[in-house]
């Protein structure tokens, strides 16, 4: 039996000076950069914003104009606040503060219910710096921290205000595109979504949630990538 494990829409047609195709979440998120700062980059094989609007039009820029911009953040959701300090001591202290999590067993549906979010208040050295929050290290290895210790965070974040589009940025290797956002390296997109999946499905059976593979299988779709039931099937047959 082979797991399927699929992009949800085949490869387009590739941008000039292209050399391989990416996997594109066009972002509309706080990373998105200004005209001065990075060129245009490479082309596409899932093309979609953040906000669980697919759009494959994405190579004109009247196209890439009308794209709708996320969802606005999900009320009464839990809100992580992070500054220059907590960052430079890798400190996970405001998650603790803001999501209350001591278990995570014992609050699996309210994190479902509420999900989580991110302000990200992090002041420049140089204030004429152009990189992106994604393209800083010392952003970047908060949440690597973060996520060694709750690895089954993406599931819980607020997807529709881009919320997980922002998270896999910070731990999966991209470019930055003018016109279409965080352009992923699509084999390490594809390494971290099944990873991801092998994660939340166990979590969510531990945690007696209901549908757990529908929720891990709506977690991939949001950054692309179809999973079938033959992946869990061999999951469930071969327990830890």
Not at 67 to 92: C, S, T, W, Y
Not at 114 to 124: A, D, E, K, L, Q
Not at 193 to 204: A, I, M
Not at 210 to 232: S, T
Request: aromatic share 10%; hydrophobic share 40%; net charge negative.
């Amino acid at each position: 039996m082979a797991a399927s494990i699929r992009p949800l829409y085949p490869p387009s047609c590739p941008l000039k000076h292209s050399s391989s195709p990416q996997s594109i979440i066009k972002s509309h998120s706080p990373f998105s950069l200004s005209e001065s700062h990075r060129p245009i980059s490479v082309s596409t094989s899932v093309s979609f914003n953040p906000s669980g609007n697919y759009d494959l039009s994405l190579f004109e820029e009247e196209d890439a104009a009308k794209a709708p911009p996320p969802m606005p953040p999900k009320q009464g959701r839990f809100e992580v606040v992070i500054d220059n300090d907590a960052i430079a001591r890798l400190d996970l202290s405001p998650f603790h503060a803001a999501t209350g999590v001591t278990s995570a067993k014992e609050k699996a549906e309210e994190l479902l219910e509420r999900s989580v979010g991110f302000t990200i208040n992090f002041v420049r050295a140089d204030e004429n710096d152009p990189r992106e929050l994604s393209e800083f290290p010392e952003i970047r290895l908060w949440f690597v921290r973060l996520d060694a210790v709750y690895p089954w965070l993406p599931l819980v974040l607020d997807w529709r205000a881009g919320e997980l589009a922002r998270y896999a940025a910070m731990l999966v290797p991209h470019q930055m595109s003018l016109r279409m956002g965080v352009v992923f390296n699509p084999e390490a997109l594809e390494l971290f979504v099944v990873q991801k999946v092998f994660v939340v499905y166990t979590w969510l059976k531990e945690n007696d949630v209901a549908m757990p593979r529908l929720k891990a299988k709506d977690m991939a779709r949001m950054l692309g990538f179809g999973i079938g039931d033959d992946l869990f099937d061999l999951v469930d047959q071969n327990p830890l």
